[in-house]
């Protein structure tokens, strides 16, 4: 008896049976309409079409190639690789838009592009995090760990930063 009662005060407040009721039905609904096709993405990542200029400089850097070839391999690989024989080569092919950039190995990495998008910027965030990746290694495998911002022409052949010249430490 009691609760047939209140269940009549609360059915004849409209303000709390939009609340209680009718709100979070239309709620539901709503996000099911904006989250019903999140698990059926149509967009799959595709391999990124790169060249990089085969020079004596990146023959001579072993690393870089091996990450280069490793990332270019495989059934989910990150770029598809082509290997220029010049830099009027891998302009021609950029041009054609057959790549969307292309590597020139030399005191730094460079990455030349005709425009800006998203592939570019996953191909110059892989160069930067490589980049990072083997300061990083070096830097450990020196033993000596710089400070941040610090350029390395200010430290000298077989002084550490922080201690005197004449310590043998």
């Excluded at 039905?25 to 149509?42: D, E, G, H, R």
């Excluded at 091996?66 to 990332?71: A, G, I, M, R």
């Excluded at 950029?94 to 969307?100: A, R, T, V």
Aim: proline share 4%; with cysteine; charged share 25%.
């Amino acid at each position: 008896h009691i609760y047939i009662y209140r269940l009549k005060c609360i059915l004849r407040d409209r303000g709390t049976v939009f609340w209680t009721l009718v709100f979070p039905l239309i709620l539901a609904v709503f996000f099911n309409m904006a989250f019903s096709n999140l698990n059926k993405s149509t967009e799959t990542f595709k391999a990124i079409n790169i060249a990089v200029i085969d020079d004596e400089q990146y023959q001579a850097d072993h690393n870089f190639k091996t990450v280069l070839n490793e990332v270019s391999q495989g059934e989910n690989r990150l770029f598809n690789l082509t290997v220029a024989t010049s830099r009027d080569e891998a302009d021609k092919l950029l041009d054609e838009s057959l790549i969307d950039g292309y590597i020139v190995v030399e005191t730094r990495l460079k990455l030349v592009v005709k425009e800006s998008g998203i592939s570019q910027s996953i191909i110059k965030s892989f160069l930067d995090n490589y980049v990072q990746t083997a300061s990083a290694v070096k830097s450990i495998l020196s033993g000596v760990v710089l400070p941040a911002g610090l350029p390395d022409k200010l430290l000298e052949p077989g002084k550490l930063p922080g201690k005197s010249p004449d310590t043998d430490e």
